[in-house]
């Protein structure tokens, strides 16, 4: 896209080198000055478009930046909550090798562990 910029430049330069050495009050010096308008209006749609694009671009790139931190945070508190399940649901388990798991801490922690390990299944293999 540098190519066309510069062309567009050095059509402009060409016709303003042209229109210096023209008479002033000639009928074509007025096209050489519309031909340079519409150079000029062209350069300038080309510079807004770049502008636009480099915008969408940072802004598509920013949008990727946090979608990538969310990602990163979203496994972090599974992990961080699969990690206290299976804790929660060994230490239970231990307790239950010379005393029973009382109903109101134990079981339901072995319960949740084993429903947590099973969703976490079934969401990676898509069941």
């Known amino acids: ?7 567009l430049f050095e059509d402009y330069e060409r016709l303003n080198e042209i229109s210096k050495v023209m008479d ?22 080309y510079d807004s478009i770049e502008m636009e694009s480099e915008s969408k671009k940072n802004e598509l790139e920013a949008q990727n930046k946090w979608e990538k ?4 945070i979203n496994i972090g508190g599974v992990l961080g909550g699969l990690i206290v399940t ?21 079981r339901p922690m072995v319960n949740k562990g084993v429903s947590a390990f099973n969703d976490m299944l079934n969401k990676l293999f898509k069941r």
Do not use: C, P
Request: no cysteine; net charge positive.
């Open 1 to 7: 896209m540098r190519k066309t910029k510069e062309l």
């Open 24 to 45: 002033a009050k000639s009928d074509q010096r007025g096209d050489i000055e519309e031909m340079k308008d519409k150079i000029r209006n062209e350069l300038i749609k």
């Open 69 to 72: 931190h969310k990602n990163l």
């Open 86 to 106: 299976i804790w929660a649901t060994y230490t239970s388990l231990e307790f239950d090798k010379e005393h029973t798991i009382t109903s109101t801490v134990g």
